[in-house]
């Protein structure tokens, strides 16, 4: 492509954007509405998914030790473990505490001195992992299950189960309700764009004459179509963080201690996501519209 | 006759090549000497509508370089199916077509937008876009084509020049007249230097001043080199310009004559 052509094409787009704004209008509504609503799906989320992580961050993991082995090899146990880049801290738990941390009632004093005496104490000893924010849990598990000395573990894996299908879920109806509103809105810019086109059949009948090449009749609808998206997605990226930055404040003034999970990393990434998804349904939209354009470019009906 | 035809043109500068950025005489008279004697030829050409009407029946013909057709016939004769073949916008359901060498019968929809940029069409009903001035609306056929800003202006000063509008250059179509909106049509389908000039009753809206005017420009463009072809009803036209009428009735040539009359009965 020529740069008199690129040059011809936006002056063109942006010339009918002008005469047909209304049209112009309905695209780039329909194509920001639907992304602020992808957008909210794609947001809460990553919000849960973020309060998951940062749940799973904040776990104690506590492993149990088989019977047989003695403190100094769960002290030496809990050294190595402490060089693992997941583990943040370690405390070793001797059978002893561990039964007098379950037994700290006064009312319980006798029932330990009798029931687990020296000699006499089933508990096992167990470290209590810490893990480091940010790090994965289920790397550590799994490097903790094959480790000999180690008996069993727990972290409160129900209500971990729980979320992380809650999440799950909510990624797929995001991805749904994204596919749904993505062919919406594609079906929507398919109808406007198809719309111009017979409005401006004359103008395609005379660029075919003069001897336009397809691709040529097609170059000011796609430079439509993209600035369209773009616009449309800006939109959707100002009034989805707006919106998003205005929920944050209500939710820190009526929950204390609450901060917001997502970075702005992630909010950038996801800015870009839904700025790609604009330019890309406005092309499409465009493309599937313009794909017959010769059926629009017949000087004049069938006739002898 | 072709390398003298070839010269003429050279001369008087009518056949650029529509690339402009590689222009190149030697080009064009290679191009013109590698032309067989028929700028245009149909042979056995048929055209059978899906609705089974014949519009065209068995149809051959040749056209010479620097030839004034005039197509004649009752309405219904199949004259604008004819026109419509010599630029793609149909094609044959038999025989063969070809324009300026190449048989277009079978060339792929991909390169009939290069065809149509060595022909100049005009039509009855003016097509000129009406939010677009004169001037615009003449550069529509440079465009297409990726030709630069500056190469645009001159030509378009040229073309409307030849057709003595360029004062009006910054007007749109509905401040001109009927005559006048022809004469833009005009300037746009000679702007690329065209080898041939198709036209469909271009004089049909105008009254028989204007029609005169209009087929005076016509004379000049042809006089230059440009095959002309046109399809009219305009029998004074025909009657006094005397020249080759080719009749078209019931899709079948009834009549092809140098220096013709209207009379097709």
Known sequence: MSLANLSFFVNEAGTNMKRSAMMAFITISTISIALVMMGAFLLATMNLESFLQQMQSEALVTAYLKSGFAITDAKTLSLRLTSWEEVEDIEVVTPDQAARELFSSPDDQQLLKIGFGEGNNPLPTTLRIKIKSGSILESLLQKLKIEPMIDNISYGEDLFQQFHGMSQLLWLISLVIVILLGLASLFIVYNTVRLTLFMRREEIVIMKLVGATNWFVRGPFLVEGFIQGLVGSFLAIVVLFSAYRFMLAKLAELIPFFTANIGFEQLFKLSAKLLMMGIVLGISGSLLSLRDISKFSKSSPEGV | ?265
């Open chain 2, 1 to 265: 006759m072709l390398p003298e035809l070839a010269n003429f043109c050279l001369q008087n500068s009518l056949f650029a090549i529509n690339d402009y950025n590689c222009y190149n005489p030697t080009k064009v008279l290679n191009r013109l000497a590698k032309h067989t004697d028929n700028m245009i030829e149909l042979q056995s050409v048929t055209r059978i509508f899906p609705n089974g009407v014949r519009a065209l029946n068995n149809i051959s013909l040749i056209i010479n370089p620097g030839d004034f057709v005039f197509l004649v016939g009752p309405s219904g004769a199949g004259k604008s199916t004819f026109l419509r073949m010599l630029f793609r916008e149909d094609t044959p359901t038999e025989g063969k077509i070809i324009v300026d060498g190449k048989d277009i019968t079978l060339m792929p929809e991909s390169r009939v937008p290069y065809l149509r940029r060595n022909l100049g069409i005009v039509l009855q009903d003016f097509q000129l876009l009406k939010r677009r001035t004169v001037a615009e609306n003449v550069a529509f056929g440079l465009r297409v084509i990726g030709a630069s800003a500056a190469e645009i202006s001159n030509r378009v000063q040229e073309a409307l020049e030849q057709v003595g509008l360029s004062h009006k250059r910054r007007m749109f179509p509905t401040e001109l007249s009927g005559g006048e909106q022809q004469r833009v049509c005009i300037a746009r389908a000679i702007v690329n230097n065209p080898l041939i000039l198709i036209t469909d009753e271009p004089t049909g809206n105008l009254d028989p001043m204007i029609s005169q005017e209009i087929m005076q420009l016509f004379l000049e463009i042809n006089s230059r080199g440009t095959t002309i072809i046109m399809a009219t009803h305009n029998h004074n036209l025909v009657n006094k310009l005397r020249k080759r009428v080719v009749a078209l009735v019931d899709g079948q040539i009834i009549k092809d004559e140098l220096g013709g009359t209207y009379a097709y009965e």
